[in-house]
C-alpha cells in the first residue's frame, strides 16, 4: 500500500498542477472580467441568455445584471457551490424554476431586482438555507404560493416592492422565523388574510405604503408581536374606529398621505409604547386627545385642514401635558392660518359664533342649517329595529320584516345594511335624510319597482347593492341623483333587457355592472355602454343571451374584465365588441358555440390575457380562430369541449395555463404540433386521445404515434389545413373519457374576487374593521 502510494504521488502532482493550470487559463468565461484574489465574477451586460459555465467553482460573488437570463432553470447555479452573493438584477428574468438556487447554501444575498418575475412557486427558493437578504422589487409578482419561503430560516430582509400583490394569502411568509424587515410598498394589497403575516415572530419593520388598503386589519396587525415601525402611508382610509391598531411593541406607526376624516380617540389606545405617530396630508379638521397612548412624544398634524378654534384646545391641553410635540399648522380661521400649532396660545383656541368647524361644515354642499360641534359625536338617532355603530356611522337594519325603508336615521351615516327586507317597491326619496351614505344594501329586499327618483339625494353613493331582488325593468331615471356610482350589483333579478343608455346616463362615473343571472337576451342598440366610458367591469353570466347587434359594446374604452359565460351565444360576439383597447378578461364558458371562426378575437388580441372558452361542445375552431393574439395571453381555458386538434398555438408565446381536459384530441400526426408545443413550452397539460379508440384515454404525451411522423408535418411546416377539418361523421358519437387515467390538471385558477361580498364586508363587528370595508376594483390586471 504504503509503496504504490508513494510512487503514484508524483504522478499525482503533476496532474494536478496542470490540472490548477488549466483552471487558471479556462476559468474566467470570455465575456467576464474576474477577480481571482478576491473570488469575484462579473459578467454584466453581455445579453447572456444562460449563465455561462465555465465560471470558477470557487467564486463567491457573481454579478450577472442586465442580462437576458429568461428563465432560471432547476440547477441554474449547480457549478458554483461557493457564492455567497448573487446579482441578478435587470436579467429580464421570467420564471424561477423549482431548485434553481438549489445548491447555494452559502448564500447570503440574492438580488432580483428589476426582471419579469410573476408568481413565486412554492420552491422557487429551495436550498437557500443561509439567505440573509432577498431583493425582489420591481418584478411583476401577483402570487406567492404557500410555503414560497418555508425553507429560509435565516432571511432578515425581504424586498417585494414595486410588484403587482393584490392580496396576501395565509401563511404566505410562514417560516420567516428571521425575518426583521418586510417591504411590500407599492403594490396594490388591498386585502390582507388574518394569518397573513402569522409567524414573523421577528419582524420589526413593515412597509405597505403605497397600496390600495381600505381598512386596517387589526387581527391581521395583531400577530406581528415583535413590530416597532409600521408604514400604512399613502393607502386609502378614510377613518380609524376604537382600538383599531392593537400592537404592543408599536412606537413608529406612519399613517400620512391618507383620507382620514375622522380618528376615534381610542384608536390607538392598544398600542401603548407608540412615541410616533404620523398623521400628516390627512383631511382632519380637527382632533381630539388620544387615549391610551403614554408614551407618544411627537404628533405630526401637517397639512391637514386644522381649525384652530375652541375644538383643538382639548388636544393642545393633552399634549402640553404629556410632553407631546405637535407639528404642523393651523388651517383656520383666518386670523390663524399657517400659525404653527406650538405656537398658537392657547386662550386664542376659542370659538366665538361663526367660528369653528360650522364653517368647515359649511362648506359642504349638502350640509345647511345649524351644526353641533364635532367633539359631540354620539349618536341619539337611529330608528327602531335598526343597530347603529355611531363610531363606524353605520346602520344595520338588515332581516327586519320591514316593509318600508324607515327614517330618522343620523344624517351622518355612511352605511346603510338594510338587506333581507319585505319592501317590493322604492318610492321616489326613500333616502332623503340619509345625504352621506357612500354604501347602500338592499340586496334580497323582493323590490319589484325603483321608482324613477328612488335614489335622488345620495349624492355620495358609491356602491348601491339590488341583488337578487325582482326587477324586470328600470325606469329612465331609476338612479337619478346618484351621479357618484361607481359599483352597482343587479344581478339575480328578472331584467329582459340591458339598462337603456338612458338610464346609464345618470351614473357616468359606473366602474362595475353586475347583471348575473337576469334574462337579458340581446345586447343592443349599438354602443349602449357610451353613456359609462368609465366602466371596467361587465358581468353578464347566466342570462339568455342569444344575438348581440355590431358594435354593441363599442366603445368601450375602459372595459378590463366581460363576463357572458352560460348565455345562449352560438358564436363568439366579435362585431359586439368592437374596440375594447383594455379588455383582459373574456369568459364565453357554456354558451353553446360549436365552431370559432378566423380572428375571432383580433379586436382584443393585443390586450386579451385570460380566455375561457370552455363547456361549449366546442368542435372546431377554425386554423385562424386565435388570429391576433399573442404574447399579452397568459392563461386558455379549452377543458370540456368536443376538440380533436386546435390552431397553431406558437404565437401564444408567454401562455402559462392552458386547460384541455375532456376534449377528444385525436392522437395521430395531425396532432404532432401540439405535441411539440407541450414538449417545448414544459407547461403541465392534461391532453388525452379521445381517438382512435385503441388510444383513447392515453396521454397525448405517453403515446407514441408520433415518433413516426414525418417531418412535413412539422408544425413549421405544415399547412394545417388538415389539422381543423370537421369532427369525421363516419366514427360513433365522439365519448369524452375521463379513464380514470388522466389526471385532472390545472383546474383553471378561479380569479380571486377583488370585491369582498358585502356581506362579510358589513357584518364585521364594525368596531376595528370599520370604515368602508369595500375593496375596489382598480387594476383589474391582478384578478388571476
Ligand atoms: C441579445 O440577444 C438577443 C437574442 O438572444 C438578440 O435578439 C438581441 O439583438 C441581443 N441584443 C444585443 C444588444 O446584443
Ligand atoms: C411631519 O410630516 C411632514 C410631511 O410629511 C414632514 O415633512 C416632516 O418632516 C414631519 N415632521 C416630523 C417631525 O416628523
Ligand atoms: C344633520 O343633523 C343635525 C342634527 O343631528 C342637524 O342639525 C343638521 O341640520 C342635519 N344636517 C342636514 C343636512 O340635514
Ligand atoms: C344560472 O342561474 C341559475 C339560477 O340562479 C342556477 O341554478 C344555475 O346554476 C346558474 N348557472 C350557472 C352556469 O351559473
Ligand atoms: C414506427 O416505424 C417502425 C418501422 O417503420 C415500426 O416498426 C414501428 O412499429 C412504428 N411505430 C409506430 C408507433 O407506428
Ligand atoms: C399550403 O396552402 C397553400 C394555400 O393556403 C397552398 O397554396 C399550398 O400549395 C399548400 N402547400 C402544401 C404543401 O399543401
Ligand atoms: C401537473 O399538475 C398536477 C395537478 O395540478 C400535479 O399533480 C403534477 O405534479 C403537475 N406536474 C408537473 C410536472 O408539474
Redo the contacts with the bound molecule.
Keep these: 500500500m504504503r509503496l504504490l502510494e508513494m510512487l503514484s504521488w508524483p504522478l499525482m502532482a503533476v496532474l494536478l498542477l496542470s490540472a490548477l493550470r488549466n483552471v487558471r487559463a479556462r476559468k474566467c468565461p470570455r465575456v467576464c472580467s474576474c477577480d481571482s484574489k478576491k473570488l469575484t465574477v462579473a459578467c454584466t451586460g453581455k445579453n447572456l441568455t444562460q449563465v455561462p459555465p465555465t465560471i470558477n467553482e470557487i467564486t463567491v460573488k457573481l454579478d450577472l445584471k442586465r442580462n437576458n437570463l429568461g428563465d432560471l432553470v432547476r440547477g441554474a447555479f449547480s457549478h458554483t457551490p461557493y457564492l455567497t452573493h448573487l446579482d441578478l438584477r435587470s436579467c429580464r428574468i421570467n420564471t424561477v424554476r423549482e431548485g434553481a438556487f438549489r445548491a447555494l447554501a452559502r448564500l447570503v444575498q440574492l438580488d432580483l431586482t428589476n426582471n419579469n418575475i410573476d408568481i413565486i412557486h412554492q420552491e422557487s427558493f429551495d436550498g437557500l438555507s443561509s439567505l440573509k437578504n432577498l431583493f425582489l422589487d420591481r418584478n411583476r409578482i401577483e402570487e406567492i404560493r404557500p410555503g414560497a419561503f418555508s425553507q429560509m430560516g435565516s432571511l432578515t430582509l425581504l424586498s417585494l416592492t414595486h410588484n403587482q400583490l393584490v392580496y396576501i394569502p395565509n401563511m404566505a411568509f410562514q417560516g420567516l422565523l428571521n425575518l426583521q424587515l418586510l417591504r411590500l410598498s407599492y403594490n396594490s394589497l388591498n386585502n390582507l388574510e388574518t394569518e397573513a403575516f402569522a409567524g414573523l415572530l421577528s419582524l420589526t419593520r413593515l412597509s405597505l405604503d403605497h397600496n390600495e388598503l381600505q381598512f386596517f386589519p387589526t387581527a391581521t396587525m395583531t400577530r406581528l408581536v415583535a413590530l416597532t415601525h409600521l408604514d400604512w402611508s399613502f393607502n386609502p382610509m378614510t377613518y380609524l374606529g376604537e382600538m383599531t391598531v392593537s400592537m404592543p411593541k408599536l412606537t413608529h406607526l406612519s399613517f400620512a398621505h391618507m383620507a382620514l376624516q375622522d380618528l376615534s380617540v381610542a384608536a390607538l389606545s392598544l398600542s401603548p409604547h407608540l412615541s410616533h405617530l404620523d398623521l400628516s396630508h390627512n383631511q382632519l379638521h380637527y382632533l381630539q386627545a388620544l387615549t391610551g397612548t403614554s408614551q407618544l412624544q411627537s404628533l405630526n398634524l401637517t397639512a391637514n385642514p386644522l381649525w384652530c378654534t375652541c375644538v383643538l384646545l382639548e388636544l393642545r391641553v393633552w399634549a402640553r401635558a404629556g410632553g407631546v410635540t405637535l407639528h404642523g399648522t393651523c388651517a383656520g380661521p383666518p386670523h390663524l392660518s399657517d400659525e404653527p400649532l406650538e405656537g398658537v396660545l392657547e386662550q386664542d383656541l376659542r370659538c366665538r359664533r361663526q367660528d369653528g368647524v360650522m364653517r368647515m361644515e359649511e362648506e359642504e354642499e349638502e350640509v345647511q342649517g345649524t351644526t353641533t360641534t364635532p367633539a359631540v359625536k354620539k349618536n341619539d338617532k337611529c330608528p327602531e329595529n335598526c343597530l347603529c355603530e355611531p363610531e363606524a356611522q353605520h346602520v344595520s337594519c338588515e332581516e327586519r320584516g320591514l316593509t318600508k325603508v324607515p327614517r330618522g336615521f343620523h344624517n351622518n351615516t355612511l352605511l346603510l345594511d338594510m338587506r333581507g327586507n319585505h319592501f317590493h317597491y322604492l318610492p321616489s326619496n326613500s333616502f332623503r335624510d340619509v345625504p352621506r351614505v357612500v354604501s347602500l344594501h338592499l340586496d334580497g329586499c323582493k323590490i319589484h319597482e325603483v321608482v324613477d327618483g328612488a335614489f335622488r339625494g345620495l349624492k355620495k353613493l358609491v356602491y348601491l347593492y339590488l341583488s337578487n331582488n325582482e326587477l324586470s325593468s328600470l325606469g329612465s331615471s331609476a338612479f337619478a341623483g346618484t351621479q357618484q356610482l361607481m359599483y352597482l350589483h343587479l344581478d339575480g333579478n328578472r331584467l329582459v333587457r340591458f339598462p337603456s343608455m338612458a338610464t346609464l346616463a345618470h351614473i357616468p362615473r359606473l366602474q362595475e355592472l353586475h347583471l348575473e343571472?337576469n334574462r337579458i337576451t340581446t345586447l343592443e342598440p349599438t354602443g349602449l355602454l357610451s353613456p359609462i366610458p368609465t366602466l371596467r367591469g361587465l358581468y353578464l353570466?347566466?342570462n339568455s343571451i342569444s344575438t348581440a347587434v355590431p358594435k354593441a359594446l363599442d366603445p368601450a374604452p375602459n372595459l378590463e374584465i366581460l363576463h357572458l359565460?352560460?348565455n345562449e351565444l352560438t358564436q363568439v360576439p366579435s362585431d359586439a365588441l368592437g374596440h375594447a383597447p383594455q379588455l383582459i378578461e373574456l369568459r364565453l364558458s357554456?354558451n353553446p358555440i360549436r365552431w370559432i371562426a378566423a380572428k375571432a378575437f383580433q379586436e382584443v388580441g393585443k390586450s386579451l390575457t385570460h380566455l375561457y372558452l370552455d363547456g361549449q361542445g366546442l368542435k372546431k375552431m377554425d386554423r385562424d380562430a386565435l388570429a391576433g393574439l399573442g404574447p399579452a395571453l397568459l392563461s386558455l381555458y379549452l377543458e370540456d369541449n368536443q376538440l380533436e386538434n386546435l390552431p397553431d398555438l406558437s404565437p401564444l408565446t408567454r401562455l402559462r395555463h392552458l386547460t384541455l381536459d375532456n376534449n377528444p384530441l385525436m392522437c395521430d400526426c395531425s396532432l404532432l404540433p401540439l405535441h411539440r408545443w407541450i414538449e417545448q413550452t414544459a407547461l403541465n397539460v392534461s391532453a388525452v386521445c379521445g381517438y382512435p379508440v385503441e388510444l383513447r384515454g392515453q396521454t397525448v404525451m405517453e403515446v407514441d404515434v408520433f415518433r413516426n411522423c414525418s417531418s412535413k408535418t412539422d408544425h413549421t411546416t405544415t399547412n394545417s389545413t388538415n389539422l381543423l377539418e370537421a369532427p369525421r361523421s363516419t366514427k360513433s358519437k365522439p365519448l369524452v373519457l375521463s379513464a380514470g387515467k388522466p389526471k385532472r390538471k390545472h383546474r383553471p385558477t378561479k380569479a380571486k374576487p377583488l370585491v369582498k361580498p358585502a356581506k362579510a364586508a358589513s357584518k364585521k363587528s364594525g368596531k376595528s374593521e370599520s370604515s368602508l370595508n369595500h375593496h375596489r376594483m382598480k387594476n383589474t390586471k391582478r384578478f388571476l
Design positions: 343571472r353570466t347566466n359565460g352560460a357554456g
